[in-house]
């Protein structure tokens, strides 16, 4: 069983379009989190919930909307994307914040490529 | 040897050897500290954690050492195996939410 799921694993699309990446964990956990990771594989944080609630947002242009509907699951909506969009973006979780959530669980990423 | 430049830094080791990936951290309030492998194509993994309690961790062949004087830390691989080539990435975390990752150091292995 995949422990963090995200969906699709490649996204290609113009610029200017919306576009959502789904993710799930069948962990337990109860904090999720985004990452974007760029072509230099520097791994920056985006978004943190924890219990559906929203904990950390860092200095992300608000084109980018998190949703969670449960806490198994942290959606990423996207409005008009785009060129310096492009990157991997990694969905992952953690059981809780603070000190335990140094253990995150990663997903296998989507690569978000806008033309 | 190990180089920096525009790319990732890369350390490249032949196999049976040690390795030993070097990171520094830029938060003196930081108390826990990761290590995470990234494999081409994956998400990344987590190797091993450390407390600022402690200075030497060991796994199963990898140790972990902190310098907390220095801000330092460093993740050594015992006999380091062609499955061992991956970016790894050290991580802090002050006790809050965020743990702030590091730049990253890719490890090749030569056979």
């Known amino acids: 069983d995949t422990a963090v799921s995200q969906t699709p694993k490649y996204l290609v699309t113009q610029m200017g379009n919306d576009k959502s990446i789904k993710c799930e964990q069948n962990l337990g956990h109860d904090t999720m989190y985004w990452y974007k990771q760029d072509s230099k594989k520097f791994l920056k944080i985006m978004f943190s919930y924890n219990n559906k609630e929203l904990i950390i947002n860092e200095t992300v242009p608000n084109r980018f909307s998190p949703k969670s509907p449960d806490k198994a699951h942290l959606n990423l909506h996207i409005n008009s994307l785009e060129l310096g969009d492009s990157a991997v973006y990694f969905c992952?979780?953690?059981?809780?914040?603070?000190?335990?959530?140094?253990?995150?669980?990663f997903g296998p990423g989507t690569r978000l490529t806008v033309l | 040897g190990e180089s920096v430049g525009l790319h990732l830094p890369t350390l490249s080791v032949q196999e049976g050897d040690n390795s030993i990936i070097n990171c520094a951290y830029s938060n003196s309030a930081s108390d826990y500290f990761i290590w995470y492998k990234q494999e081409s194509g994956k998400g990344p993994q987590f190797i091993i954690d450390i407390r600022s309690n402690m200075d030497k961790r060991q796994g199963q062949r990898v140790t972990v050492l902190l310098n907390k004087t220095v801000k330092h830390l460093s993740l050594q691989i015992a006999a380091t195996q062609p499955g061992d080539s991956a970016v790894y990435f050290c991580?802090?975390?002050?006790?809050?939410?965020?743990?702030?990752f590091g730049a990253g150091t890719r490890l090749f292995v030569k056979a």
């Open positions: 992952a979780s953690s059981q809780g914040p603070g000190p335990q959530s140094g253990e995150q669980f």
């Open positions: 991580a802090e975390n002050t006790g809050g939410f965020k743990t702030i």
